[in-house]
């Protein structure tokens, strides 16, 4: 059963930076591709960021590109999401979230197997 627990989280102001952390328990957890989602209050939760289990394909929402950068050290079972130019709109638990397959992306909540508890993010304008 994996684990995976979010750091990083906190408040800051518009235009700052921000660095999540998703480290997971499991010796396999390097073979699967992993998320970052966020939720704000009353919107449904959407996918900010993905990398594959190699670290070598990322994508992006739309809002965050040129912004956030997601990356992985396989070795110590670690995702990180570095988020710059905060913005208010950027204001969510941020959740991250493994793929349910090995070698498989996660695109949607759907291809999600696990999910952290949840890190909150809270950029004043």
């Known amino acids: 059963q994996v684990r995976l627990v979010e750091s990083g989280g906190g408040l800051v102001q518009a235009g700052g930076s921000l660095r999540l952390s998703c480290a997971a328990s499991?010796?396999?957890?390097?073979?699967?591709?992993v998320g970052w989602f966020r939720q704000a209050p009353g919107k449904e939760r959407e996918l900010v960021a993905a990398?594959?289990?190699?670290?070598?394909?990322?994508n992006f929402a739309d809002s965050v590109k040129g912004r956030f950068s997601i990356s992985r050290d396989n070795a110590k079972n670690t995702v990180y999401l570095q988020m710059n130019s905060l913005k208010s709109e950027d204001t969510a638990v941020y959740y991250c979230?493994?793929?349910?397959?090995?070698?498989?992306?996660?695109?949607?909540?759907?291809?999600?197997?696990?999910w952290g508890q949840g890190t909150q993010v809270t950029v004043s304008s």
């Open positions: 990398i594959s289990w190699s670290g070598t394909r990322t």
């Open positions: 499991g010796a396999t957890f390097s073979l699967y591709g």
């Open positions: 979230a493994r793929g349910s397959g090995p070698y498989t992306a996660v695109d949607t909540a759907l291809s999600v197997a696990a």
